[in-house]
T-cell receptor, first 109, second 113 residues
Framework: ELKVEQNPLFLSMQEGKNYTIYCNYSTTSDRLYWYRQDPGKSLESLFV???NGAVKQEGRLMASLDTKARLSTLHITAAVHDLSATYFCAVDERYQLIWGAGTKLIIKP | GAGVSQTPSNKVTEKGKYVELRCDPISGHTALYWYRQSLGQGPEFLIY????????DSGLPNDRFFAVRPEGSVSTLKIQRTERGDSAVYLCASSWHGGAEQYFGPGTRLTVT
């Protein structure tokens, strides 16, 4: 059974701190996505990682992919309140996305 | 340009009724996907269309669920004899082709009473 596991599932942190969300998966796929979801809203694409060693950065967020370890990380640098949301990783398996349970991130001023 | 749109945004129905949920993909996108998201969980794949045909319907939970895309654009997800367990947000996504980045619509929140 294909599995995508995120941890932590819940994270409360102070503004200005750094933290990392981890995404482990059991498939051999080399295509992984990170999405953001605000309460009551749909999914916003953040990063598309398409090969081993891929690293992408946008503002205070940086994502990386290690296909050999079947691990992706989403690193948050100097968090700000606006980054509060739920973050999902999803693995492309024959064109369907298999999703993690999401990490609910709360950033306190 | 316009993104993926879904109608209705909310649907409340009684147990046992039939519902239809509509998805308008981004113009030119040949691939269309349906997912279901229950509260506090990640989305769950239901079905993937490439053009007019269902390329992968392995995620449909049972034969009460059916989806069509007759002209390769708009898609309708149909649920017969709804059950309370069908309550969820139904998300539609589209992409240029199968395997490309998927863009999501706002979802339809279905509540079965």
């Amino acid at each position: 059974e294909l599995k995508v596991e995120q941890n932590p599932l819940f994270l409360s942190m102070q503004e200005g701190k750094n933290y990392t969300i981890y995404c482990n998966y059991s498939t051999t796929s080399d295509r992984l996505y990170w999405y953001r979801q605000d309460p009551g809203k749909s999914l916003e694409s953040l990063f598309v990682l398409l090969s081993n060693g891929a690293v992408k950065q946008e503002g205070r967020l940086m994502a990386s992919l290690d296909t050999k370890a079947r691990l992706s990380t989403l690193h948050i640098t100097a968090a700000v309140h606006d980054l509060s949301a739920t973050y999902f990783c999803a693995v492309d398996e024959r064109y369907q996305l298999i999703w993690g349970a999401g990490t609910k991130l709360i950033i306190k001023p | 340009g316009a993104g993926v749109s879904q109608t209705p945004s909310n649907k409340v129905t009684e147990k046992g009724k039939y519902v239809e949920l509509r998805c308008d993909p981004i113009s030119g996108h040949t691939a269309l996907y349906w997912y279901r998201q229950s509260l506090g969980q990640g989305p769950e794949f239901l079905i993937y269309f490439q053009g007019t045909g269902a390329a992968d319907d392995s995620g449909l939970p049972n034969d009460r669920f059916f989806a069509v895309r007759p002209e390769g654009s708009v898609s309708t997800l149909k649920i017969q004899r709804t059950e309370r367990g069908d309550s969820a947000v139904y998300l539609c996504a589209s992409s240029w082709h199968g395997g490309a980045e998927q863009y999501f619509g706002p979802g339809t929140r279905l509540t079965v009473t």
